[in-house]
């Protein structure tokens, strides 16, 4: 919330910080195939995802007239997805654009019939893309995963049901790893781990997770875990060594 973002190793040390150019903070942050840092920001007049090259920050994206970016996600294939919202404060459209660059290369918003994929409200949209290329969706408005294949055709959804938790699913951050299984992170204190094809693997719940927040994966399979009252950062690793 000081409109910093901070680069930190695995042992817990700060290697370096930006200060970003948000009035209000950085909304959301990833890194580019090319290892570049990009942030959107919380400001609803911010058009722009921003670039940070040495150690300045420079508009990469700006999204179409009326549309705000929110969340980030980077593709293997180095795309850049984005979702982007707009409405009153009461209630926004939502959808996801894939940009190759600076040009907008795919919108994905409705089924083909016309019908929307996402619900419509102010709850962000978290997305990863898999090894397949499938675009997987954390639709917390929805309180549910959508999963849609590389022409934007819905494969399936996820409810949590199959996880019989006490409590409603309600999802949150989602990521993709190196075995293709899509993680999902639930507030209710819990990781829901899916296979590519959306069939319930497993939950971890025993990581001491209280009000788990955001998620990321790195290159070793550890997960990353934000937690938001405490201020604290899990790692978790969670994949058996073959």
Partial sequence: NNKTITRIDIHGTVRDTVTTTCQYGPKDISVTRGRKLIYSEYDPNSKTVNIVRHETSETLITTPHGWTPGRLSCTRSGDI?????????????????????????????????GNPIFKDGLSSLFMSENNNEDVCVSDCNASTVVVVDNTGRVRFRYDGT????????????????????????????????LDQNGQFLRCVDDCGLQNPYRLSVDSEGRLWVGLLHTGEMKVIKYLEQS
């Fill in 162 to 193: 199959p996880a019989r938790m006490e409590k409603s699913f309600d999802p949150n951050g989602i990521v993709t790893d190196a075995l293709s299984q899509i993680i999902v992170l639930d507030y209710n204190n819990c990781l829901h781990i």
């Fill in 81 to 113: 997805l984005v979702h982007v919202y707009k409405g009153s404060s009461l209630q926004s459209k939502n959808k996801i654009i894939r940009y190759q660059g600076q040009n907008i290369k795919q919108e994905i918003n409705n089924d083909g019939q």
